[in-house]
């Protein structure tokens, strides 16, 4: 069975501040690992996602990702945070055959001016 | 040209009434899905549509009945609805074999019971 632990429902930074949202999983079988964000009232969004090959991931809007498979963890950074960076942002872990997303319960980002 | 479209986005009726949500995909993926994401926005899935059929249905009560007349379109039905069915209900597809490239979601039908 597989499942995703975020770490901080809620994450508060300021505008130009480095961004850190936490993804812990666990998985019988190497994973594919996925953040989606979701902005109020709106469906959710890809940003990267995490397959095979290189362990940095580079997403839209500037996010990268890196998987650490002995630390089973797939964090979410930004370097800079930009105010219509805020929103709620979710971890998901899949395995190919079964192709079904574990979500993460969600981490809401809020930016500070 | 949307992906994956729900209607209706906003959904108000009473307790025990009956409705439906649709959900149309455009581009040719064979699975489909329904998540329920709840006040504190957990998001669980519901059922998963592979070709029209059933092949994920977690723990969700029978008055919760998914259709799906073809691939590209997946239906949820709901009868005698509860205040407890009041969520955000998205539909998502994917291809099958292809779990390296996630899920397109459409962007949720609000439920809300009274």
């Known amino acids: 069975a597989q499942s995703v632990t975020q770490l901080g429902s809620h994450v508060s930074v300021s505008e130009g501040a480095l961004v850190l949202l936490r993804c812990n999983y666990s998985?019988?079988?190497?994973?594919?690992l996925f953040w989606y964000v979701q902005y109020p009232n709106q469906g959710l969004q890809l940003l990267l996602k995490?397959?095979?090959?290189?362990?940095l991931v580079k997403g839209i809007n500037g996010f990268e990702a890196e998987f650490k498979k002995s630390e089973t963890s797939f964090h979410l950074t930004k370097p800079s945070a930009h105010m219509s960076d805020a929103a709620e942002y979710f971890c998901?872990?899949?395995?190919?055959?079964?192709?079904?997303?574990?979500f993460g319960g969600g981490t809401r980002l809020m930016v500070k001016p | 040209d949307t992906a994956v479209s729900q209607t209706p986005k906003y959904l108000v009726t009473q307790m025990g009434n009956d409705k439906s949500i649709k959900c149309e995909q455009n581009?040719?993926?064979?699975?489909m899905y329904w998540y329920k994401q709840d006040s504190k926005k957990f998001l669980k899935i519901m059922f998963s549509?592979?070709?029209?059929?059933?092949?994920i249905n977690e723990t969700v009560p029978n008055r919760f009945s998914p259709k799906s007349p073809d691939k590209a379109h997946l239906n949820l039905h709901i009868n005698s609805l509860e205040l407890g069915d009041s969520a955000v209900y998205f539909c998502?597809?994917?291809?099958?074999?292809?779990?390296?490239?996630?899920?397109?979601f459409g962007s949720g039908t609000r439920l809300t019971v009274v």
């Open positions: 998502a597809s994917s291809q099958v074999g292809t779990g390296a490239y996630g899920y397109t």
């Open positions: 998985s019988s079988v190497p994973p594919y």
């Open positions: 995490y397959t095979t090959g290189a362990t």
């Open positions: 998901a872990v899949s395995k190919n055959a079964g192709n079904m997303l574990t």
């Open positions: 581009l040719g993926h064979d699975t």
């Open positions: 549509y592979n070709n029209k059929e059933l092949i």
